[in-house]
């Protein structure tokens, strides 16, 4: 609990942010049962509705399997999954990629959004992550749907109807609405432990990440990269250089649906902020990364997103975020409690040093 003068106190303070505990009555939720039964739901529609748009129907694919000629020196294998989706005649295939150490069973695996297809990339250094004991499943976004304003195509081309309702789902919800269909694929596979299973991603797909672990309770930790703006970091308080969600919405007016477009010019009165998003991880893990040099993505938001959404996991019993009562510099790694957050050094990027921090937060929490 934050003690009233202390400076990350403070800088909440200042941010006037939404309280996560209050009921639609006034009312202040004090139990895990409110929280659970009527606070998190709603928490999930306000975000849903006001920022990525709602979630496609559910559609059970059909699945096919490959294994791939290499195989990192004989420790991994690399099979590629298909999953083919029909919904009203027409159909999408989506290549994904599965890699886990030869011979596993139930070891703990990072399912990843990436930007390109390719095993290895240079976001997903995969012989590390495998020989740190994880498995991959991996997919690249443009092959749920395109990352443009092309709603025709993909996944997008199988739901959707011609006019873009003001609640319409967004790029991003398509693309984390894949990771939960990989989700379900790898409860049948019994080489993932399905208590240890975590979503990954970084920029964009940082807060796809992010908004597929607030809404899949199925996720045990959630790693969301540089996910910035619209991700982790509050929108209330954005600092100098930060990105503003005018920007985010000319720029990539696709990746939301319509109705968060109408909060440019007037971010305070959202029903939300991101530090909602992040609570509903809880009691689950989240990691927040962050570069020194990636002023865009607001460290010191996607950090504060963090501290002020710490209370739920106090609710459950839980630590949130452990940190010392100032905000980040380079170099400090806090993954000590269920709510994490590092800010290395150098740039915007999805770096083998992310990787590292991430891993090892994930093997601390999994010995918990
Ligand atoms: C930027 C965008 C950021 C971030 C990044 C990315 O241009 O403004 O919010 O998501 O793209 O995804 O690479």
Redesign the pocket.
Known sequence: MLDKNAVLAKELEKRKLPDLLTAQNGEKVTTVERWESEMRPYWKNIILEHCYGKTPVYVQPKIQTKINEIDFAGKAVWETVSFTFAVNGKEHTVPTQLIYPVGAKNVPFFVYLNFRPDIPDRYLPVEEIIDNGFGIFSVCYNDVTTDNGDFTNGLAGLFEDETRAPNATGKIRYWSYMASRMMDYLQTREEADKSAIGVAGH??LG?TALLTGALDERFAFVCTNDS??SGAALTRGRCEGG?PVEV?CR?FPYWFCPTYHTYVGREDEMPFDHHALVALVAPRAVYIGGAIEDV?ADNDNQFLAGVAASEIWEMYGKVGMVSPDRLPVEGDTWTDGNVGFHLRKGKHYHSRTDWLIYMDAVKKLLKK
Do not use: A
Request: proline share 0%.
């Open positions: 920029s964009r807060k910035g703006c990105e985010i720029v865009w």
